[in-house]
């Protein structure tokens, strides 16, 4: 089962809070820390990761709400192929820190690929954007 990890992402000026997976926006702010407390609530409420996204779409920060009593590192989190600077990163969804920095994307791919099925969870491959383009599930 996919967790219905929360977003929050720029729109037509404003701020809006979608589910991960999904184009439809759970709701939209007139401000970025609206946004953000809103979607923290209902991160809260389902279990999930928040991610937060810069004024440009791409992929900023995460929060992981669900795995407060859990440390991460014993915590199944999905696995993000995120940009990092001019290289690539394999975040776990709750993290911060990168798991592994690579030269390319490709690389950085086959290392989420592999942890994802270990663990078998899911990975969210981003673009340059930030934006999520591409998503493997692992976790059946």
């Not at 996204?53 to 407060?68: L, P, T, Y």
């Amino acid at each position: 089962m996919t967790a219905h990890n929360q977003h929050v992402v720029p729109h037509e000026g404003k701020w809006a809070v979608r589910t991960e997976g999904s184009e439809k926006l759970s709701s939209v702010h007139e401000t970025e820390e609206e946004a953000i407390n809103r979607a923290r609530e209902r991160a809260h409420r389902l279990g999930t990761t928040l991610f937060i996204h810069d004024a440009h779409g791409r992929f900023e920060h995460v929060e992981n709400i669900h795995a407060k009593e859990i440390p991460a590192k014993k915590a199944n989190a999905d696995q993000h192929v995120v940009p990092h600077g001019e290289e690539w990163a394999v975040k776990a969804a709750g993290s911060d820190k990168p798991t592994s920095v690579h030269k390319t994307q490709h690389e950085a791919v086959d290392k989420a690929r592999e942890a994802a099925k270990n663990q078998s969870t899911v990975l969210f491959i981003h673009g340059r954007d930030g934006h999520v383009r591409e998503q493997h599930d692992y976790s059946k």
